[in-house]
Nanobody
Framework: VQLQASGGGLVQAGESLRLSCVVSGYTASPYALGWFRQATGQEREFVGGIAWTGGFTKYADSVKGRITISRDAAKNTLYLQIDDLKPEDTAVYYC??????????????????WGQGTLVTVSS
């Protein structure tokens, strides 16, 4: 199983960015895929997730209202749209596939496959 994240870069505060994550190698789809981020010197935190079948989502309170997570099942691709970017959004963003079933989890230990991360830098 592989997850390949892309789309990061240097952006100005207030702009929008869309990250992508291509998922491959699954014989059966995972229950959910999630996005996490890790700023320098901080722990990795849950940003949001989406159930692969059904498409319902869960977002962290810290970013709710500014992000949209979606997926294109035909392309095996997960997306993270971040609007009104702020300097505090600067981090490496990771996509991950959840290993458990039943609900979208926020704990990273419940995600079994991870992408390599893509750096988002927001300048003020």
């Amino acid at each position: 199983v592989q997850l390949q994240a892309s789309g990061g870069g240097l952006v100005q505060a207030g702009e929008s960015l869309r990250l992508s994550c291509v998922v491959s190698g699954y014989t059966a789809s995972p229950y959910a895929l999630g996005w996490f981020r890790q700023a320098t010197g901080q722990e990795r935190e849950f940003v949001g997730g989406i159930a692969w079948t059904g498409g319902f989502t869960k977002y962290a309170d810290s970013v709710k209202g500014r992000i949209t997570i979606s997926r294109d099942a035909a392309k095996n691709t997960l997306y993270l749209q971040i609007d009104d970017l702020k300097p505090e959004d600067t981090a490496v963003y990771y996509c991950a596939a959840q290993g458990s079933w039943g609900r979208i989890e926020v704990k990273e230990r419940l995600y079994e496959h991870w992408g390599q991360g893509t750096l988002v830098t927001v300048s003020s």
